[in-house]
């Protein structure tokens, strides 16, 4: 029918935060790994307190473990997965069977990876499939506004996310410009003030990602 | 038939399944559960001869089950006729007051009906129960075909199956037809009903849209969807895959969170279609199944081209004593049950339990059937790589729109206990394909 209800329109949108934050923090959590290995063996804490993440974790193989695998730990990348696979599973009727089997895939291959003492590798496979994820939504969804709503979560997600780990300013630009262009083009209520905020905020010399965050998880008004 | 090369790539099909997120829903200690639903590669294969007769008997036994529920909720001829006792109309939970004298659009009531049947090892089919309120299962046949066929084209090649592709288009085709201007809608309660797979699937395939209560609206005696924006479109018609006494707080229960205020009067104005027709319970009651064979003479004219299983009412005299001196033969049903639940076989039970049990059914004779326990045919089913027998039902369903149409397919549901006759999901049991032979 082409148009959208209210709950379908969030979930759209949560998908696009999910499945942004499962890639973005189980590709940060591989490159701090590798260095938990050998050379920072507890920079785990380190890694909480960039991701303003409570430190819950007894040791770097409690945080391994958990991190990564926890359910009940809403900070995990494992939770994070099931939010998005929770949203992803009632929107057959808006983005078909197919891109939902990616995240399907990425939750068995998520439970696969718990086996193993070598983490990475597994959730190698995790983002190879929520990359294939996002590859079948720009391949797939017919509907631009629902391309858009669900690419909009993932900028918006991307943005806080680079804010809270402070990256480097041509990053964030980059963030800011592409959420810019993007959600200009859905009908999603959005507050134009805090958008300019945004871009003027980033061409500054000294970025203010506090600020950054703040806007970045205000901006959408529904 | 030679083995099949497609039974040799199970695995690759149940991970496509599983891929796919072939579930169903389960409550365990009021926990949701989503399982996979076991499939066993080996088909249930009918002949075209042998489903031809099936489809004519179906389609004879949905057509009197419409005309039964269109007179029961109108004219009632058959209760003045004397064919069926007015005590078990109007006593039967499915028998609902406020469809009294409401006829829905183009007067269908049965749009999907799910008839579980059963095959003898007289090669008979037994009709088990009819399914006319709201009977789940086609979309599992059709979305393992579809992998079955991905797994192994050569199967495909090599046999001359009927296509179950079609069954969206069907659904599509009733749906439309019924359809009194404005969307189609497939309403569900949620992610946390047991058939939602089947709600969601359904709705891409036939391009309806997915809803649950709270995105429609009644206004002015129309139903509407509701938009992010706030526009309203108009509904013309809502596959319901919800239970009638949750369907309007306003005219059932009213402590119903998932159904649509006021929509029952919209469908009483004859301004949206509901599929199937809230009332249908009336007709897939387990007492008035004894009743069916009846209708279809009644009715059409016709003697039944299908037969019913056994059955026995403890309401009649005559049949209680048949009960009471067979005791130990029949399987007796609660008729207010479903899902395999309810459910004894005499031969199973205590001499206690029995003891209880006849006190019980002479107390609420209404509440119970007694039937023949039908040794019906084994089907093979793959477990370890081994083939080994297990008893199986066949669910069929019937479309009807101007004409009942029958899919050539079907869910076949197995027992994966060796020792027991239920195959229901819910209890754990898996599924198979039906394969019609076009050749």
């Known amino acids: 029918m082409g148009i959208i209800s209210v709950e379908n329109l969030d979930r759209l949108f949560w998908l696009g935060r999910y499945t942004e934050r499962v890639y973005t923090s189980a590709r940060l959590f591989a490159s701090s790994f590798d260095r938990m290995i050998d050379v920072e ?56 069977s197919e891109p939902i089997t990616y995240i399907q895939l990425a939750v068995y291959d ?55 780990l402070q990256m480097d300013r041509i990053s964030i630009q980059r963030e800011v410009h592409r959420l810019a262009g993007r959600i200009t083009k859905t009908n999603l209520h959005y507050d134009t003030a805090m958008l300019s905020e945004l871009q003027k905020l980033v061409e500054k010399e000294e970025i203010d990602y506090a600020r950054v965050v703040e806007l970045a998880d205000h901006l959408r008004k529904d | 038939m030679q083995e099949l090369k497609l039974t040799k790539q199970s695995e690759i099909v149940n991970e496509l ?57 109108g004219e009632k001829k058959i209760i003045k006729d004397r064919v069926v006792p007015e005590e078990f109309v109007y006593i039967s939970s499915g028998f609902l007051a406020p469809c009294d004298g409401v006829t829905p659009p183009k007067g269908v009531y049965t749009h999907i009906a799910g008839i579980d049947l059963v095959q003898g090892k007289d090669g008979e089919w037994y009709i088990l129960e009819d ?46 037809y019924v359809n009194v201007g404005g969307h189609t809608v497939i309403l569900t309660p949620g992610r946390y009903n047991a058939a939602y797979f089947e709600h969601s699937y359904l709705a891409e395939k036939t391009g309806a849209h997915l809803v649950s209560g709270n995105e429609l609206m009644v206004e002015d005696d129309y139903l509407y969807f509701v938009d992010y924006t706030g526009k309203k479109e108009r509904v013309g ?21 998932i159904g649509i205020p006021h929509i029952y009067d919209v469908y009483r104005k004859g301004n949206v279609a509901l599929l199937n027709a809230p009332g249908n319970g009336v007709a897939d009651d387990k007492g008035i199944y004894y009743f069916v064979p009846k209708m279809i003479r009644y009715y059409l004219g016709e003697e039944p081209i299908l037969q019913n299983a056994p059955t026995y009412l403890p309401f009649y005299e005559e049949d209680m004593k048949y009960i009471l001196e067979h005791f130990d033969d029949l399987v007796l049903k609660d008729v207010a049950e479903a899902g395999g639940y309810g459910v004894v ?55 009807m729109a101007d004409e009942p149409l029958v899919w050539k397919s079907g869910l076949t549901r197995f027992s994966r206990n060796p020792d027991s006759f239920i195959v229901n999901s819910s209890q754990g049991g898996g599924f198979k394909d039906t394969w019609v032979l076009s050749q």
């Open chain 2, 237 to 257: 018609a809502v596959y319901r895959r919800i239970s009638d006494e949750y369907l309007d707080p306003m005219t059932f229960k009213e402590e119903s969170v």
């Open chain 1, 41 to 96: 063996i507890d920079n785990y804490a380190a890694f909480c307190s960039q991701l303003d993440i409570p430190n819950i974790y007894l040791s770097k193989e409690d945080f391994c473990s958990r991190y990564i695998m926890d359910e009940t730990d809403p900070n995990s990348i494992c939770s994070n997965l099931l939010r998005a696979y929770d949203n992803a599973i009632v929107l057959r009727n808006e983005i078909g």
């Open chain 2, 131 to 176: 399914n006319l309120r709201v009977p789940s299962g086609a979309s599992y046949p059709m979305i393992a075909r579809e992998l079955c066929r991905r797994s192994s084209p050569d199967t495909f090649e090599d046999n001359h199956i009927e296509d179950n592709r079609y069954y969206a288009k069907l659904l599509r085709w009733v749906m439309d």
């Open chain 1, 110 to 164: 998520m439970k696969k990876s718990s086996a193993t003492r070598a983490p990475i590798v597994g959730l190698q496979k995790v983002i190879d499939d929520i990359l294939a994820f996002w590859g079948i939504v720009d391949d797939m969804i017919e509907n631009e506004n629902t391309r858009n709503i669900i690419k909009t979560g993932k900028r918006i997600e991307r943005l806080d996310l680079f804010g809270r």
């Open chain 2, 17 to 73: 399944l599983a891929r796919y997120g072939v579930k169903f829903g389960i409550y365990k200690n009021n926990v949701f559960k989503e399982q996979l639903f076991p499939f066993d590669t080996i088909p249930r294969v009918i002949e075209k001869e042998n489903f031809a007769h099936l489809e004519q008997g179906l389609k004879q036994r949905v057509m009197a089950l419409n005309c039964f529920i269109r007179d029961v909720y």
């Open chain 2, 345 to 399: 076989f005499a031969n199973k039970m205590t001499r206690q339990e029995k003891e209880d049990f006849i006190s019980l059914l002479k107390k609420e004779p209404r509440r119970f059937i007694a039937q023949e326990v039908i040794d019906f045919m084994d089907i093979d089913i793959l477990e370890d790589g081994e083939k080994t027998p297990r008893k199986a039902d066949l669910r069929a369903f019937v479309l």
